[in-house]
């Protein structure tokens, strides 16, 4: 298999291959473009924390899992 590319790329080849895919799976889950719940609208919603979700168009606030909304 060739390198890791993309968001786990900054680490080269520290911390050993599985744990970087796992991590680069994790968070491209986090980062994508999520749906809200209560708007449906896809794009503006953030994290705050660790499983606090906000809205930025209808400013709804939920909790979720720590690295997805729902």
């Not at 889950?29 to 705050?48: A, E, F, I, N, W």
Request: proline share 4%; hydrophobic share 30%.
């Amino acid at each position: 298999m060739g390198k890791v590319t993309g968001i786990a790329g900054r680490f080269g080849p520290r911390y050993g291959s599985s744990l970087r895919k796992k991590w680069k799976e994790i968070m491209e889950k986090r980062y994508k473009d999520h749906q809200c719940p209560v708007c449906k609208t896809t794009g503006k919603v953030v994290r705050l924390a660790a499983g606090i979700w906000y809205c930025e168009k209808c400013g709804a606030k939920w909790a979720g899992l720590a690295y997805t909304p729902y």
